[in-house]
T-cell receptor, first 114, second 113 residues
């Protein structure tokens, strides 16, 4: 089985621009979560999608948004980029709702905002 | 709110030394507990987990026991190798139907030959 894939792996943007990151979960996984990893704040939960619905959201401004498609692939969008949005964005897929099982992480997208 | 407090790093050890990385948690319910490992340039990999009190998770020589009385989940390994050099994260998962993981700050481990 292929693992979680994230595209692109690296991205450089300038302040004020917007960006879209993509995540393809493991086949059959219906839950996708997004995390932001920075040296200062560590790993912070952004949001989770299950069956195309946002099920939970972290404490991030409205500039951060996401969606999930019928094939479980997910995208996250950040509008009006700020320097502080520079981070590694990790996506995780989960096999079954309602069961505390392993989450499988992708390699991440490294976003640099100049 | 729920939180995880993890031993500050970085930690540097010689090969074959004994490793302990402390982790304690605060949660309003009965969480599942995890240790994840991150190698340079990669995402997170699950190292081990425990879903209820007194459970012991183990993998690749690493162990951690879910201690409800001390709200702890310390990671241990009897003899570390250079290949164990990585960043280790303790995490908890609380609610079914909600896959949010709450992570500690991470501990960078470097093993010297």
């Amino acid at each position: 089985k292929a693992g979680v894939t994230q595209t692109p792996r690296y991205l450089i943007k300038t302040r004020g621009q917007q960006v879209t990151l993509s995540c393809s979960p493991i086949s059959g996984h219906r839950s996708v979560s997004w995390y932001q990893q920075t040296p200062g704040q560590g790993l912070q939960f952004l949001f989770e999608y299950f069956s195309e619905t946002q099920r939970n959201k972290g404490n991030f401004p409205g500039r951060f948004s996401g969606r999930q498609f019928s094939n479980s692939r997910s995208e996250m969008n950040v509008s009006t980029l700020e320097l502080g949005d520079s981070a590694l964005y990790l996506c995780a897929s989960h096999p079954t709702s309602g069961v505390s099982n392993e989450q499988f992480f992708g390699p991440g997208t490294r976003l640099t905002v100049l | 709110g729920d939180s995880v407090t993890q031993m500050e790093g970085p930690v540097t050890l010689s090969e074959e030394a004994f490793l302990t990385i402390n982790c304690t948690y605060t949660a309003t319910g009965y969480p599942s507990l995890f240790w994840y490992v991150q190698y340079p340039g990669e995402g997170l990999q699950l190292l081990l987990k425990a879903t209820k009190a007194d459970d012991k998770g183990s993998n690749k020589g690493f162990e951690a026991t879910y201690r409800k009385e001390t709200t702890s989940f310390h990671l241990e390994k009897g003899s570390v190798q250079v290949s164990d050099s990585a960043v280790y994260f303790c995490a908890l998962h609380l609610n079914f139907g909600n896959e949010k993981l709450t992570f500690g700050t991470g501990t960078r481990l470097t093993i010297i030959p």
